[in-house]
């Protein structure tokens, strides 16, 4: 019934989201993650799926039930989401990067859960793929979108970040405000561009910042026929 309510702008479009966090094995049952719900993510496929888009929802582990209609891929390591997504990347006008991806991961991954011996303990940790710069390098006609969750100097590493990965649009968040936090169902969220035009915007709900998003992006999508 609520998906009537909405313009079906971008109908005939392929939108994939990636949401959640990654984790990185440390041994079978332990592992490196980050603090992410999935929420603001999956309000972004659900909306676009309202709006007529054909949604893939990349996610990694989270408590979320998928939003009806979009096909959601369950992933869990970066290497695993990495590939997933660089596998549909021909197939889809839009790439909407909201998953909070661990960027080290442990050298080596203990076949047994790792006993406690000494005081104290050093992990070894590789760095990861950055599957977003990869993805402005891959890029075709793909409307590229990522977020930046940030705790200081907001405009400033969202600015580096838009260039450096050569992206369409980047929403930077400012986390630690107790709205503008994580698992929260309110977000407070500037959308930059890379002409250096920035949008704030008050706290508002994740399906509202979602919508706000769309719009952007079937904007850049009209303008690219
Ligand atoms: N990202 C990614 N792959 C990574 C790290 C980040 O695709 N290995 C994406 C995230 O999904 C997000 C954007 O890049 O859309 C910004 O993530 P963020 O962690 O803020 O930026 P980093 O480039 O990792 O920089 P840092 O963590 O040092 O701030
Ligand atoms: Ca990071």
Same mark, same amino acid.
């Given at each position: ?98 998953? !909070? ?8 991954? $203990?076949?047994? +859960? #790792?006993?406690? @011996?000494?005081? *104290? =303990? ?25 977020? !930046? ?8 590493? $969202?600015?580096? +970040? #838009?260039?450096? @990965?050569?992206? *369409? =649009? ?56």
């Amino acid at each position: 019934v609520k998906a009537a309510l909405y313009p079906k702008d971008l109908s005939g479009k392929k939108i994939m989201v990636s949401a959640g966090p990654t984790r990185e094995a440390i041994d079978p049952v332990r592992y490196i993650s980050n603090r992410s719900s999935g929420k603001m993510g999956y309000e972004i496929a659900r909306a676009a799926e309202y709006r007529g888009a054909e949604v893939t929802l990349v996610s990694g582990p989270v408590s979320l039930a998928s939003p009806l209609g979009v096909d959601r891929l369950s992933v869990t390591s970066v290497g695993e989401m990495a590939e997933t997504i660089f596998s549909r990347l021909d197939d889809v006008d839009a790439v909407i990067k909201v998953a !909070a991806v661990a960027d080290y991961r442990p050298r080596t991954r $203990a076949e047994h +859960k #790792i006993k406690k @011996k000494s005081d *104290d =303990m050093t992990l070894e940790l590789d760095k990861n793929i950055d599957i977003l710069k990869e993805l402005g390098k891959r890029k075709t006609r793909q409307v590229l979108v990522g977020f !930046a969750a940030e705790t200081q100097s907001l405009a400033e590493n $969202a600015r580096k +970040k #838009i260039e450096a @990965k050569n992206l *369409d =649009m980047i929403v930077g968040n400012l986390v630690g405000d107790p709205a503008s936090g994580f698992g929260t169902d309110t977000n407070i969220v500037t959308f930059f561009h890379p002409d250096g035009r920035k949008e704030p915007f008050e706290s508002m709900g994740k399906d509202v910042v979602a919508h706000e998003l769309l719009n952007r992006v079937s904007g850049l999508l009209k303008e690219r026929l």
